[in-house]
DNA sequence: TACCAAATATGAAACGATTCATTTTTTTCT
DNA sequence: AGAAAAAAATGAATCGTTTCATATTTGGTA
């Protein structure tokens, strides 16, 4: 059993492929042509090929995401928001994980390229900017989240991450902590950059000398972080480890857990990225939370403007991260 | 500038577009054509449309899947572990939900026919027949995850769901407990059914009558469970919850947590489902584990037997779930 | 050099929809 | 009823690939 196209509609029917077309894209049909339509297409489980469409509107009603992993809620959840409000404009999203293989990132630009997506959102894994050479001659719109490139004339959304980081650890500092431990991404070139310089800022400002200030880079890995909190643990003097995303976040509290060692008393800290983490602990965290909602907000609405008006000129929209305070700094 | 095309190429190195295309697709090509046509794909940006390629293969290498929630970490995590197979082998996946509305989940379906993917993934929502009468006449091969839907002739992949609860439910009353209250999916037809038979069972092998046996349906949000499990707490004579889902079981959580309920003192506790639980919540819970990556890699390794042979007879598999035992059920 | 088989290259047809200039049908008005 | 205007239907051309039967080139051998 072969699928049915147009002709064999027309078959049935006695109508012309222009008029089933028409009927297809809701224009004006006779009553009658109308029911023999419907009846047809029932009859004949007639689906649209939307490649065929595709090829000649030249327009797939889809959206590509290419995140890093997908099994970072952080994201997850970022995603699943941006897709509920394209669903909502009668777009389709195709996500993709770059598993922070840049190779793999580039095959998945290309991929969504040749399959002719409507527009790209990208949460970027490099910071150079020939990574993304791919996407200088290809008119389609893209955002990119959570990371900066250099150099690439896109639109951005980022949120003020060297801020946050100077409150937390100006916080951290005012409450007598003088050794602080912070915990970025390795991988994260711009976001982790911020985040050190706020760190470091602070420390400048409150005249502590950054030799005080230590700082591990980690990969997206939630063992790694834990394994990386355990040597922070060992270092005597360290009263503080600020978690400075959300992979090391969940780590510190996995080990904290696991080695039953009693916060702020212990050890004090801050985390960042609040998805299930201060409604399954005890302590409540400090923990700084990025605007989710909003930056998926941001980002359609974006999307839309760019599909209306590709020319617009780039733009870097920054929002803002608010610090929210639970038990898990002590005062010394 | 317009979008670079196969007959650009032609153009460019004076070879015809049977040979770009043999190029293209890995053919045996002479050596000066094959550099001339490297360079002139770099110069002219070229990509392939996979909507012409797509509209004369009949192939899209593309797998659909179609997920209740994205946001449930049960679902995004085993779409994790089937996207990183599919990846592998070349095919691109594609992600949609349907928010538990049958609607929402038909149009998707029919999407997806549309879009032609070669295969389609399910976590299906509704247990009735009808609601899936769109795939009868389509010869895609499709797999559902999670719930059976009695006469659908398809693939299924399914844990013990009835033997693992009556195991569960069994091990609470041996230890004492003659008061139990279950929290299951309302939705979630075949699969909840089978967990309170399981429920059921146990309480009859025991001699207890069922009348002790409390049930609650949830839908799918953690606030929703968080309050039943508020009202559960309110029954004197529960000495025992047995949270039969992942969303139950972290409304749970938080709600213990929140109110700073001494476990299992004042209240026993089973799980399901242990994503971040067990690592983030203390004392440690007694949880389900159903086989999250056993689960993606049969579905996978069925998906490229159907796509082989897709007349294969249709199977229903069932794989089996672990009870991990913490410390959350007390001894009565 | 001439011949032949193997290796490459060619290009028209096909995939299944939409488009749009043209034709046909229906409606409205006198 | 007949003419004019409005509404609906027609169908060939088109989108950018792959396919495959045919044609051309290559290079080894007599």
Same mark, same amino acid.
């Given at each position: 059993m072969k699928k049915a196209t147009i002709h064999d509609i027309c078959d049935l029917t006695g109508l012309s492929s222009g008029t089933v077309s028409k009927y297809l894209n809701g224009g004006a049909i006779k009553e009658k042509n109308r029911i023999l339509l419907a009846d047809a297409i029932q009859k004949l489980n007639y689906h649209v090929d939307e490649y065929a469409r595709g090829l000649i509107t =030249?327009?797939?009603k889809t959206v590509g995401i290419l995140v890093s992993?997908?099994?970072n809620l952080f994201y997850s959840r970022m995603i699943f928001d941006i897709e509920e409000q394209l669903y909502r404009k009668g777009y389709a999203t195709i996500i993709k994980e770059s598993s922070y293989d840049i190779q793999k990132e580039q095959k998945s630009i290309s991929w969504f390229i040749s399959h002719r997506v409507d527009a790209l959102i990208i949460f970027p894994i490099?910071?150079?900017?020939e990574d993304y050479? %791919? %996407?200088?001659?290809?008119d389609v719109p893209v955002i990119f989240l959570d990371n900066y490139v250099e150099g690439v004339d896109r639109d951005f959304i980022l949120t003020n991450n060297e801020q946050i980081s100077y409150e937390v650890t100006d916080c951290v500092i005012k409450k007598g902590h003088r050794h602080i431990a912070i915990i970025v991404d390795g991988n994260n070139a711009y976001t982790s950059n911020c985040r050190l310089k706020g760190f470091k800022r602070a420390f400048d400002d409150n005249n502590?000398?950054?030799? =005080?200030?230590k700082i591990y880079k980690i990969n997206q890995s939630i063992d790694y972080a834990y394994k990386v909190g355990k040597e922070i643990l060992s270092e005597?003097?360290?009263?503080?480890?600020?978690?400075? =995303?959300y992979i090391s976040t969940v780590g510190c509290v996995y080990l904290l857990n696991e080695l039953n060692i009693s916060v702020p008393k212990t050890i004090s800290i801050v985390g960042f990225d609040d998805i299930m983490i201060t409604s399954l602990y005890r302590p409540k965290l400090t923990i700084v939370n990025q605007p989710m909602a909003e930056i998926a907000q941001k980002t359609v609405e974006r999307l839309f403007e760019l599909l209306a008006e590709p020319s617009l000129k780039k733009q870097v929209f920054i929002l803002n991260s608010k610090l929210v305070h639970g038990q898990t700094i002590a005062t010394i």
């Open positions: =030249n327009k797939t992993r997908l099994d490099s910071d150079r900017r050479k %791919l %996407l200088e001659e290809v502590i000398g950054e030799e =005080n200030a005597k003097k360290v009263t503080a480890i600020f978690a400075a =995303n």
